[in-house]
């Protein structure tokens, strides 16, 4: 590298030269012999100051650390973020600099001076923990054209990586974030048989299905990370079961005709709540369409409760009237306040959605035990916005939108507003997201 410098710095015109012998103490061609030196040149560009490392602004990085590498001119002054650098024999110089681990980006300012003038060349990189992801959805590969599992850091641009191995005939869905950001649960479909796979976020050749031999949707941690939720159809009809992290103790939560889907820990992890299309008496609610429902999990009852009805003046109104709403995909953040979609019939053209074009999904938040305190956190009518959950800090929302132009992951604060992507590769599927 130092030759490969040296030689571009060399060949550089004589325009160069004359700045090169203006910086030297020697002057040009071994002394002046008393001669009038060369006018003063200000040099510029990389005549005079080179960082070959970090190239360029936008660098993701996995350690907590870089080393900042160039060139300048002999006799000049180089400082790297304010300290002093050594130059060698060549104007070679090299320094680590550390990155910050906890806000992105790091600026890496490098300043030479010489000649009384003084470039300077900034760089702002970033810091990606390779061991944790941030926020997980479901993509197709742009290579394979296979769903695979994806993880990516808003703060990071450029960031979006592969989390689930690319595998034939593999469909990949639903992953779920661990509490501690290692692990990354989701349900991979080959040919028609399903498993819930478990896949570290450090190295996705370590995965392992945890549960398998029946159809699977929708797996979800608890808070402490202890144990998983998910639906089923083991039983043959689609039900909320729960096992630890490893797959082991697997036990049926909820008995009913009806479909359990979606299941969300409280913060306790004490009660799980869930999306079902049970009959609810007085016709809010009728078969096909969905409420949230809540069940106990220490200990196990099997008995759920009604805790919101999508048609029963508890909140949005329906358009359609009872029975022809639903709420779906709940999720609970550590305060136990509630997030869901409101699914209702809109115009073909409301939002310009699609698909379906007919259908409506609003997001909607409430405290999980005051069902009629129900406040909108989307902002504009007849949208199709679906798969809320919650951020660790419990105040952002992610979700997907899906528009006439496609489907991307985006999130929202819960005070409202206009909402921002935060997917760089296109959403497969309604998988995701979760963080």
Not at 339 to 365: H, K, M, R, W
Request: hydrophobic content about 35%.
């Amino acid at each position: 590298m130092k030759k490969h410098i040296q030689t571009r710095l060399l060949r550089n015109d004589s325009f160069f030269i004359l700045a090169l012998c203006a910086v030297l103490i020697a002057g040009c061609g071994g002394g002046g012999g008393g001669t009038t030196p060369p006018a003063t040149t200000t040099p510029s560009g990389d005549m005079f100051l080179l960082v070959t490392e970090p190239a360029q602004s936008g660098g993701v990085y996995n350690t907590a650390s870089v080393t900042v590498q160039g060139q300048a001119l002999a006799g000049s002054t180089v400082t790297v973020n304010g300290a002093v650098v050594t130059l060698d024999a060549y104007g070679s110089f090299s320094k680590s600099v550390a990155l910050s681990t906890t806000s992105n980006p790091t600026t890496i300012t490098v300043a030479g001076t010489g000649g009384g003038s003084t470039y300077t060349v900034a760089r702002q990189v970033y810091y990606q923990d390779p061991s944790r992801c941030t926020l997980v959805y479901a993509a197709k590969d742009p290579t394979s054209g296979r769903d695979r599992i994806y993880d990516y850091d808003p703060a990071i641009p450029g960031s979006a990586r592969a989390v689930s191995p690319d595998t034939a005939n593999a469909v990949d869905s639903a992953p779920a974030l661990s509490p501690d950001r290692k692990v990354v649960l989701f349900v991979r479909d080959i040919n028609g048989s399903q498993s819930i796979v478990k896949v570290s976020c450090a190295n996705s050749s370590v995965n392992y299905a945890i549960a398998s031999g029946a159809h699977y949707s929708a797996p979800t941690w608890s808070k402490d990370g202890f144990n998983v939720a998910f639906a089923s159809d083991a039983s043959g009809n689609y039900e909320i079961y729960l096992m630890s992290n490893d797959g082991a103790g697997i036990r049926r939560v909820t008995t009913h005709a009806g479909l359990d889907d979606a299941p969300a820990f409280t913060a306790d992890g004490a009660t799980l709540v869930f999306s079902s299309n049970r009959v609810v008496t007085g016709g809010a609610g009728v078969a096909q369409k969905f409420n949230i429902w809540k069940v106990a999990v220490i200990p196990t009852t099997g008995t759920a409760s009604l805790l919101y009805n999508a048609a029963a003046g508890q909140g949005p109104t329906c358009p359609q009237g009872a029975g022809n709403c639903s709420a779906l995909n709940p999720d609970l953040n550590a305060s136990n306040q509630l997030v869901f979609q409101f699914e209702s019939i809109c115009s073909a053209t409301a939002g310009g959605t699609s698909p379906p074009a007919t259908t409506c999904n609003d997001l909607y938040t409430m405290p999980m035990n005051t069902p009629t305190s129900v406040t909108r956190i989307d902002w504009s009518a007849g949208n199709y916005y679906t798969h809320p959950h919650w951020n660790a800090a419990g105040d952002t929302v992610a979700f997907l939108r899906t528009t006439t132009s496609g489907t991307a992951a985006m999130q929202v604060p819960i005070t409202g507003g206009a909402p921002g992507a935060i997917s760089e590769i296109g959403v497969a599927n309604c998988s995701g997201p979760d963080w």
